[in-house]
């Protein structure tokens, strides 16, 4: 079954910590990755996408690394700020799906505190 | 900036009423999605939506469940006639195509569906 898992469920901080967050999945055979931010009550706010061709991804403090051969990704986030606080998402199209959909992790919700 | 656009923001049903929840993808996109989050479980995938016809649903989108392009902007989710544990989030999300540079997937806001 295609599954996409993260861990730490939950994740607490100081301010201006560098912190990274994991995501796994089941199927190595993946089309590609994206990260998601979701506020409380919110939708989700797409944050990177990385192909499954690429190692990385960058877009300001974020950074997203993808090993399909460990069928792992992680994002990576500097200088963390209170206002990062949110869940982030992983969500994985697999290689499968001609169709586009995402099948997602449960989120890591982060607290960055000042 | 474009943005998926959803009404309403939250709905209230009774169990058993038939409710339209309504969608504005951006408007050169072609593929729309509607997923669904049930109060503190994962984002999970309903149906896919392409030229017209759906391209792809998941075990949730039973018979009680359509979907529609009514016209060249909306992209709506009817449910026919609602259970207590429909209740969750309900997300339309859209992206330009299916090629590598335009894979992303833009999420509207959501539609909180209570089912009494």
């Known amino acids: 079954k295609q599954e996409v898992t993260q861990i730490p469920a939950a994740l607490s901080v100081p301010e201006g910590e560098n912190l990274v967050l994991n995501c796994s999945f089941t199927d190595s055979a993946i089309y590609n990755l994206q990260w998601f931010r979701q506020d409380p009550g919110k939708g989700l706010t797409s944050l990177l996408l990385i192909q499954s061709s690429q190692r990385e991804q960058t877009s300001g403090r974020l950074n997203a690394s993808l090993d399909k051969s460990s069928g792992r990704s992680t994002l990576y986030i500097a200088a963390s700020q209170p206002g990062d606080s949110a869940t982030y998402l992983c969500?994985?199209?697999?290689?499968?799906?001609?169709?586009?959909?995402?099948?997602f992790g449960q989120g890591t919700t982060l607290q960055v505190k000042p | 900036e474009p943005e998926v656009t959803q009404t309403p923001s939250h709905q209230v049903t009774q169990m058993g009423q038939e409710v339209i929840l309504r969608c504005v993808p951006i408007?050169?996109?072609?593929?729309f999605y509607w997923y669904r989050q049930i109060l503190g479980q994962k984002v999970e995938f309903l149906v896919s939506f392409y030229n017209n016809e759906i391209s792809e649903k998941s075990e949730i989108f039973d018979d009680q469940f359509s979907v529609e392009r009514p016209d060249g902007s909306n992209f709506t989710l009817k449910i026919r006639s609602t259970k207590l544990e429909d209740s969750a989030m309900y997300f339309c999300a859209s992206k330009v195509q299916l090629t590598t540079r335009q894979e992303t997937q833009y999420f509207g806001p959501g539609t909180r569906l209570l089912v009494l």
């Open positions: 408007s050169n996109h072609l593929y």
């Open positions: 969500a994985v199209r697999y290689g499968s799906s001609n169709t586009g959909k995402l099948i």
